[in-house]
């Protein structure tokens, strides 16, 4: 074991490195819900069940890629669950095509109280590129009420960790500014 | 070919296109020519709305003949009183799924088709409602309707399998894991898969009729986000098409480039893959090496190209981006990662519970593959030798020494092996890419398009072949624009694949073939 360590040490072996602007862009989050919701109580600790709203399928690989080595988003207390009944987030990628509206919006009324919904990616924000096609509805916003954006095409899995984070210190302190 | 010419009213020969005319009522007899006498491929088959020409309909179907590089198009007009053709999907079976989708987009109805449910349109959607006619209106009620999905008004009919001990599990479309939305109905008898019945299009966006709204140079942005990890090919397939009907020829490092950054998207798509299917069975450390590797991959690809999945390089008549001039980065990646692959592939070999899994599960006959037209990894799977890098060589295909790979097998282990062999064998193309130099810059500035032009396009994705076909109207905007993507030939063939296998095993049988839902759905 020490042998290991000190093998590693002096190759000085590297790992795959964190995006180098990992820690910019303030821009990519916008919190829209009420300051009332805000309070409501959730602590560092969320699941979040994923709904592919009819993308392109980048935004679902980018939030697969949370998962792996890298970005490794459970060390943050956040965490994807295949049940909406074990949800706190529902996260919608996809500009909403009509033929899964149905889907989305009965997985959001199989979420328990309370629950924030963040629509991930331009699609899910207000159509994106697919904007005024007649078989989407143009974001998730006109399908159920949406609490938080996270702008991108698609977002980073740095940008989606770190609007999460901003979310759950939100959440925790109550302190957010509230836009 | 002279039987076919025999009847031809017209014919047109452009680039490698050859447009040939035929008479309605020739075209079943010219399709089972092509299909049967000359072992022809079915590569798609597509309706336009072409009224404000000459007041019909017309039906191509593009067929391509092994060691021919040309592509044969035959076509034939309908009107919107005798808007009936004979169905052809008796005799090629590749045929049922266009046939149904130009029902549902365009009314044009397949006479003879053994099934006549809607394959687009889910319950809610107006009947006698067709998008892609240009006439075509809808009501806001009629849109709000179709939401809400409850309404019926085109029931389906699942497939019932009756008998004892035979029992029905229906699955999404909202699915446990982080993937795209589809529905399906197993019935089983105990653990074995007895039948499957997919039903696909959740993620209909209306994208070709989406196309003819934004314009030819918009609709690179759209062509980049019909699948995600495919984006790179399928701007590649697009702006080619748009190129041909141009008459540009796009300089020799813009084809470098395009070359280069479609291998890479090859090489992160089959990596990934590879790394997945260790997740369908359970291998986790087998899951995140192959995501780790991935990982690596994509950071170069932001590197190069300031997006993760390729998108915003391509232009009409070029690229903008000299990514040649980053050789040493790619070369530093690269070699990093080839190394780490060569681990994971002595891991996932070397584990007996693993390669036990893939072996014989999924298995995909070749002549099931062939009657369907399967195309990429699949495909090659199944001993079938099809890649349009090497029938239709395109971009700078023609010049570079690369082999085709092709199993015979077709099970879960023969597609990870296809793809292992794939993924070495674009790093050594790109490795031979970065080695010469190219002449030219890196965009030319296209010229206009000439009103009622049309032109093919066409790529080689990671999934399969890819094809656009694109016509102008008379002021150069676009008409009718068709994608065919791999997953819309390769869908139908899953249930092939996993009859027989245990439900535990359809994750990575679906896995195994990776098929985009975005992509297929349109
Ligand atoms: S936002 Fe972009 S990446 Fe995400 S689904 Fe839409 S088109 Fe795809």
Redesign the pocket.
């Known amino acids: 074991m020490i042998k290991e360590i000190l093998k590693n040490l002096l190759t000085k072996k590297s790992a795959i490195p964190f995006p180098e602007d990992f820690k910019g862009n303030n821009e990519m989050l916008e919190i829209i819900s009420s300051k009332k919701k805000i309070e409501t109580g959730f602590k560092r600790s969320i699941k979040i069940r994923q709904v ?1 709203s ?7 690989w ?1 939030c697969t890629a949370l998962s792996n080595p890298i970005y490794d988003i459970q060390r943050f207390g956040i965490d994807f669950t295949a049940s909406p009944r074990h949800a706190d987030i529902l996260l919608v ?3 909403v095509s009509r033929q899964m509206e149905l889907a989305l919006r009965k997985t959001y009324l199989a979420m328990p109280e309370p629950k924030l919904v963040v629509a ?6 207000d159509g ?3 904007k005024g096609s007649y078989a989407v509805t143009n974001g998730a916003a006109n399908v159920i009420p949406v609490d938080c954006c996270i702008k ?4 980073s899995p740095s940008d989606i960790i770190q609007a999460l984070k901003k979310l759950l210190d939100a959440l925790a302190d109550n302190k957010a500014q509230i836009k | 070919m002279d039987k076919i010419l025999a009847k031809a009213k017209r014919t047109k020969e452009y680039l490698n296109e050859y447009y040939i005319e035929i008479k309605k009522n020739d075209f079943k007899e010219v399709c089972s020519y092509l299909s049967h006498d000359k072992n022809a491929i079915l590569r798609m088959m597509f309706g336009t709305d072409e009224r404000e020409i000459d007041g019909t309909f017309k039906i191509y179907s593009v067929f391509t003949i092994y060691g021919n590089e040309r592509f044969f198009i035959i076509y034939f007009s309908l009107t919107e009183e005798d808007n009936a053709f004979p169905s052809i999907t008796h005799d090629i079976p590749a045929a049922h799924w266009y046939e149904r989708e130009i029902k549902d987009m365009l009314g044009l109805i397949p006479d003879g088709h053994p099934d006549t449910r809607s394959l687009v349109f889910h319950d809610a959607f107006p009947k006698d409602s067709y998008p892609l006619r240009k006439d075509w209106n809808i009501s806001d009620a009629d849109l709000e309707e179709w939401g809400k999905g409850i309404a019926k008004k085109r029931p389906y009919n699942f497939m019932e399998v009756k008998g004892e001990g035979i029992y029905e599990i229906p699955v999404g479309p909202v699915h446990a894991g982080i993937i795209e939305p589809g529905h399906f109905r197993f019935s089983a008898v105990g653990e074995t898969i007895f039948f499957l019945e997919s039903r696909l299009f959740y993620t209909h966006k209306g994208t070709e009729k989406h196309f003819e709204k934004l314009g030819f140079t918009e609709g690179v942005k759209l062509a ?2 019909i699948s ?1 990890t495919s984006s790179y090919s399928y701007s590649c397939a697009y702006c080619m098409a748009v190129e041909r009907m141009t008459g540009a020829e796009i300089t020799e490092k813009a084809k470098a480039v395009r070359t280069l950054l479609i291998e890479l998207e090859r090489l992160y798509n089959h990596i990934g893959d590879i790394g997945n299917m260790c997740a369908g069975t359970g291998l986790q450390v087998g899951y995140a090496k192959g995501a780790a590797i991935k990982e690596s991959l994509m950071q170069l690809n932001e590197r190069l190209t300031g997006s993760r ?1 390729l998108r915003g390089v391509n232009i009409i008549g070029g690229v903008n981006k000299d990514i040649l001039l980053c050789k040493d980065d790619i070369f530093s990646t690269l070699s990093m990662a080839i190394k780490k692959y060569k681990e994971l592939m002595k891991l996932l070999l070397g584990t007996v519970s693993h390669v036990e899994r893939l072996e014989n599960t999924g298995r995909l006959s070749k002549e099931i593959a062939q009657k369907l037209g399967v195309t990429g990894v699949a495909a090659r799977a199944s001993g079938i030798e099809d890649d349009l890098r090497k029938t239709h060589p395109h971009l700078l295909y023609e010049r570079l020494a690369f082999e085709e790979h092709v199993m015979s097998k077709g099970d879960v282990l023969a597609r990870m092996m296809i793809r292992a062999e794939e993924a070495e064998c674009s790093i050594s193309i790109i490795s031979s890419l970065l080695e010469n130099k190219y002449k030219g810059d890196p965009a030319v500035q296209p010229n206009n398009i000439p009103g009622y032009s049309s032109a093919l396009g066409f790529a080689e994705t990671p999934h399969g072949s890819l094809f656009f076909w694109i016509k102008a109207d008379k002021n150069g905007r676009p008409l009718r624009v068709k994608f065919r993507s791999p997953s819309f030939c390769n869908w139908p063939a899953v249930p092939f694949a996993v009859h027989g296998n245990i439900v535990p095993d359809f994750p990575l049988c679906n896995k195994s073939f990776n098929l985009s839902y ?1 992509g297929c759905d349109m």
């Open positions: 592919d009819g993308s392109c399928n980048a935004c679902e980018e990628t996809g500009p991930c990616g331009d699609c899910a924000i994106g590129i697919y991108g095409c698609p977002p | 980049e986000r995600g999945y975005s």
